[in-house]
């Protein structure tokens, strides 16, 4: 910041502190040079999608535009931000930030424009589609309300509440009545562990239809007292976090790449600190195992010999780029034709095989973007031939990729 008065900067924090545990979305401050002076933030932001010097700008210019307003922003990866100047005796020394969130739901149709205008690498789909589901969607009544409330705030400079804190009493129990407790406490706890074991193992196994019915009893689960009485809320967010952690060791058990597991975990972890109430977080509870389940039963590579496995890493990562049966073996490192053989006897499927499914796999998601051309889709995929797409394609779908489309637009 331009001043180095101490008081100033509390006074800073304390309102970016505020506004964060309020909305639970992101709160930066910048000086007017955009050096970052204050902030809270709840996770972390792909560096392709963080804000730049060109953002800052942008907001910049609208509030030295008009003197206390606030700047409604969003950019090319459809993330939103509010901007409001902070002033100190009169004097506009930074403004602060307020992002990302969103006014959408990022269905897949959402995650396929991002990717498509702003030329992302098809195999980062999962990471951007967990990012974004981590984010806060807000109504305009709600982006309305935010930006008068900032407005506000920004106005005049926050002071910290005095808080009063009166003695809390324990009530007084018998011998008789504590040893009941242990007892009964001890058969609640044995039975939770034992739920606790099949509940994982079948997270592992990626049995979804067994998981939901775990799920259904899974409230033993949450029956432990609150460790924080008097924030039922943040008990209930506590226990979830151990929660995303069991399913999280859980699905690597099951044999799924760490990458995967961290950005289904990493997303998670965002929603439950942003949860704003225990309805919510209730229902959180239940999403989590199902998404874990759901990762294992699409990505679990468990059953494979490790050169197999590495390959068909390689390829799910990396599936914009060549992919050369000798570029693959390189990176395991194994002989290409025995990587060949091992591939095809383990997956009924040769390597190009495999490649071709992964890669009309998203095409098709893809197309169903309206205003994407079928070359475009071809080469974001990994297709450098247009006519050998379309064959693959009415190979595997039994329609050509333009009548894929047109299925899809109706």
Do not use: W
Request: charge should be neutral; include cysteine; hydrophobic fraction near 40%.
């Amino acid at each position: 910041m331009e001043t180095k008065d101490n008081s100033l900067s509390t006074s800073l924090q304390a309102l970016v502190n505020s506004l964060h545990l309020v909305t639970k979305i992101d709160v930066r401050f910048y000086d007017m040079d955009f050096e970052l002076s204050a902030f809270r933030i709840g996770g972390s932001i792909p560096t392709s999608l963080s804000l730049d010097k060109s953002d800052l700008e942008h907001m910049k210019r609208a509030i030295l535009a008009e003197k206390d307003i606030c700047c409604y922003y969003i950019n090319s990866f459809r993330l939103e931000y509010i901007a409001s100047g902070y002033y100190h005796q009169s004097r506009l020394i930074g403004f602060l930030v307020i992002g990302p969130f969103l006014s959408l739901i990022p269905d897949l149709s959402f995650i396929s424009d991002v990717i498509y205008k702003n030329k992302f690498p098809v195999s980062e789909r999962n990471t951007l589609r967990q990012f974004y589901q981590s984010l806060s969607v807000l109504s305009n009544n709600d982006t309305n309300a935010l930006s008068h409330i900032v407005s506000n705030m920004t106005a005049v400079e926050a002071s910290p509440p005095k808080v009063a804190i009166t003695d809390v009493s324990t009530p007084f129990k018998t011998v008789e009545a504590l040893k009941d407790k242990v007892e009964e406490n001890n058969t609640i706890v044995e039975a939770r562990y034992e739920h606790e074991k099949r509940f994982l193992d079948t997270i592992t196994m990626g049995d979804l239809e067994k998981l939901k019915d775990l799920n259904k009893k899974s409230a033993i689960f949450f029956s432990i007292p609150d460790r924080i009485p008097n924030d039922p809320t943040r008990s209930f967010k506590n226990l979830l976090f151990v929660l995303n952690t069991l399913c999280r060791t859980a699905a690597r058990k099951g044999g799924v790449n760490p990458i995967y597991i961290h950005n289904l975990s990493e997303k998670f972890a965002i929603m439950i600190e942003k949860a704003p109430n225990l309805p919510f977080l209730k229902k959180l509870s239940e999403i989590i195992p199902i998404e874990y389940c759901e990762l294992v039963q699409s990505h679990s590579t468990s059953g494979y010999s490790p050169i197999v496995r590495q390959a068909i890493d390689y390829i799910n990562l990396n599936l914009e780029s060549s992919l050369a049966l000798t570029e693959i073996a390189d990176t395991i490192p194994s002989n290409p034709s025995h990587l060949s053989r091992k591939f095809k006897a383990e997956t009924g499927h040769t390597i190009t095989e495999y490649i071709n499914q992964q890669r009309v796999k998203e095409a098709k998601l893809l197309l169903e973007q309206k205003d994407m051309s079928i070359t475009d889709v071809a080469f974001i995929v990994g297709f450098n031939d247009l006519n050998y797409f379309t064959r693959v394609f009415k190979k595997m779908t039994q329609i050509t990729p333009s009548q894929y489309a047109k299925e899809a637009s109706n």
